[in-house]
C-alpha cells in the first residue's frame, strides 16, 4: 500500500519569508495606524507628537503578535504566507500548539531584527529565526494542488 503523505518537507526561502512578512507587516500597519489614528483623533491628541515620540511601537507590536498568534494558529499562514505559499509547522510537520505559536510570534512580533540575524548565524540549517527554535516551529513551502487533475469525490 503507497503512502499518500509524502515524508519530504520543502524549508522556506528566506527572501520567501521576508516577502510575506512585508505583506503582514503593510496590512497591520495600515490598521494599527488607522485605529490609533482615529483614538487619537477622537481624543484630540496631537497624533504628529505621537508619531514623533515612537510610542505606536508597543500597541503596534501588539496588533502583530496577536494577529500572528490568532491566524497562524487557526490556518498556520497569515496573509503573506498565503500568498507565497508558506506555512508554520512544527518539527513533525503538523499544526504547532498554541504555545509554539506564541513563542515563534513573540520574536518577530517585538524584535525581529536581532530575532533574524541570530537565527541566521545560529540555525541556518533549518532557516529559523531564533523564536522559531524555541517554538520548535519551521516555516515550509507547500506545494499548489494542480487544479486540472480530476478529483474522484466518494461517499463515506
Do not use: C, H
Request: aromatic share 16%.
Amino acid at each position: 500500500m503507497d503512502n499518500p503523505e509524502s515524508s519530504e518537507i520543502i524549508l522556506a526561502k528566506w527572501k520567501d519569508r521576508f516577502f510575506a512578512w512585508i505583506i503582514d507587516f503593510l496590512i497591520i500597519s495600515i490598521i494599527s495606524t488607522s485605529v490609533i489614528f482615529l483614538s487619537f483623533q477622537y481624543l484630540e491628541y496631537n497624533f504628529d507628537e505621537f508619531i514623533t515620540n515612537s510610542r505606536m511601537y508597543i500597541p503596534t507590536s501588539i496588533m502583530f503578535f496577536v494577529y500572528w498568534i490568532i491566524i497562524e494558529y487557526k490556518t498556520g499562514q497569515t496573509i503573506g504566507k498565503k500568498i507565497f505559499n508558506l506555512k508554520i509547522v512544527n518539527y513533525d510537520g503538523k499544526k504547532p500548539t498554541f504555545l509554539e505559536i506564541v513563542a515563534s510570534s513573540f520574536g518577530k512580533s517585538f524584535i525581529l531584527p536581532v530575532d533574524v540575524i541570530l537565527g541566521v548565524i545560529l540555525t541556518n540549517q533549518r532557516r529559523q529565526r531564533i523564536f522559531n527554535k524555541v517554538g520548535n516551529t519551521i516555516i515550509i513551502k507547500i506545494k499548489k494542488i494542480d487544479e486540472s487533475l480530476d478529483f474522484k469525490y466518494i461517499k463515506d
